[in-house]
């Protein structure tokens, strides 16, 4: 997963743009890919609740198309064409697992030490992501245009993935008797804490979003004042922010089980505000990565509570549900900002981009307070 991860964090963005030169379609596709799987997760839960399978075998299949879509990369390097349609591919497959994944935390993690264990998880694979990251970038550098060996490697971990999972107890989702992909929206009709949550969530991540659409971009393209090449994009964009994942994960993981939810909701949505302000508005190699180190201490925690929060909210039987409908909207804000994000900077500049983020990510932490509040004064 740590290998796999730096695809989408810097290496397909930098191909794309580094090396391919290709137009603001295809950059967005592939920022986009992604979000369209979690998109689409949202119906894997309800076939996968309808046909029976475990979560394991329905995750396996979706990393061994990820495997696909990278091996196609890999085989046919320097087209363009290729290169998009099997990054998006590979990228959507991957993602489609998200609200699986949930499922097996719930039911192999215990309640107590949930995030601890998950964080643990969580440094390992940022240790590997980081050194990964920075040494793929140092081969990058000095292979030129050729790129191909770079997405067997991801192919050979994207099937090492489905064999592992496929090698862990069994997990089933509750059988349902027909299909019915759209019963998981009515959690939002029932339970008004998961209704604001979702919409709070919802700015949040479109901010969010919106700033790391462009991370790499704004680097690589020297129309934007920097033009780095694979060593420091990779260095920027994966090592250090991966490196300070590591350092603040297990924090974060063992805060999770024990500090009030909505406390370190806002908290943690400060550091993803500092840190996009500072990565677009300090124009020195230091403030990127000052910049980059604040996002990565926020992307930590918000990792940790984007992946376990409906194991808190939802009732055990309905944590798959919960955490589709959490994915459905997580897709649907990345497919928008994928493309709004380079329609923005390149008719205003990534500044605003990035003010327009901050923005929103402020206003979603304003959204909590009346809660943050209530639930301080019930203990």
Not at 21 to 45: D, E, H, R
Not at 80 to 101: E, K, N, R, T
Not at 199 to 213: E, R, V
Not at 275 to 289: A, E, F, K, M, Q
Request: hydrophobic share 50%.
């Amino acid at each position: 997963m740590g290998i796999t991860e730096t695809v989408g964090s810097t290496f397909a963005m930098f191909v794309a743009v580094g090396l391919l030169q290709l137009n603001t379609l295809s950059k967005s596709a592939i920022i986009g890919g992604p979000a369209v799987g979690l998109l689409m997760g949202f119906f894997i839960v309800a076939l996968v609740r309808r046909s029976g399978l475990s979560v394991n075998i329905a995750a396996a299949i979706g990393w061994g198309i990820a495997a696909i879509g990278y091996a196609v990369v890999a085989l046919y390097p320097n087209d363009g064409s290729i290169f998009v349609a099997g990054v998006v591919v590979a990228l959507l497959s991957h993602a489609l697992a998200a609200p699986l994944q949930s499922q097996i935390y719930k039911q192999h993690y215990p309640d107590k030490s949930r995030g601890r264990l998950f964080s643990t998880v969580g440094m390992l694979k940022a240790a590997v992501s980081a050194l990964f990251g920075y040494f793929a970038g140092l081969w990058l550098l000095g292979q030129g245009v050729h790129y191909g060996s770079l997405f067997w490697v991801f192919s050979a971990c994207s099937l090492l993935k489905a064999s592992f999972t496929l090698g862990m107890r069994p997990v089933y989702l509750r059988k349902t008797q027909k299909l019915s992909p759209f019963q998981a929206l009515e959690h939002l009709k029932s339970d008004k804490v998961f209704r604001k949550l979702i919409i709070s969530w919802m700015l949040l991540g479109f901010g969010n979003l919106l700033g790391m659409a462009l991370f790499v971009e704004f680097i690589t393209n020297p129309d934007y004042g920097f033009g780095y090449g694979a060593e420091k994009v990779s260095l920027i964009t994966t090592a250090i922010p991966m490196l300070i994942f590591i350092v603040s994960v297990f924090v974060w993981g063992a805060i999770y089980d024990k500090m009030n939810f909505y406390q370190l909701r806002v908290i943690v949505n400060a550091f993803f505000f500092l840190g996009i302000l500072v990565y677009y508005h300090s124009p020195t190699y230091t403030g990127l990565c000052i910049g980059m180190a604040l996002h990565g201490i926020g992307k930590s925690g918000g990792t940790v509570l984007w992946s376990l929060w409906t194991t808190k909210f939802a009732p055990a039987e309905h944590v798959g549900e919960y955490m589709s409908v959490h994915t459905l909207f997580t897709g649907i804000r990345g497919v928008i900002s994928a493309y709004l994000a380079f329609v923005i900077a390149q008719s205003f500049g990534p500044g605003i981009v990035s003010v327009v983020g901050a923005s929103c990510i402020l206003i979603s932490s304003l959204m909590l307070l009346p809660e943050l509040r209530a639930s301080m004064v019930k203990k």
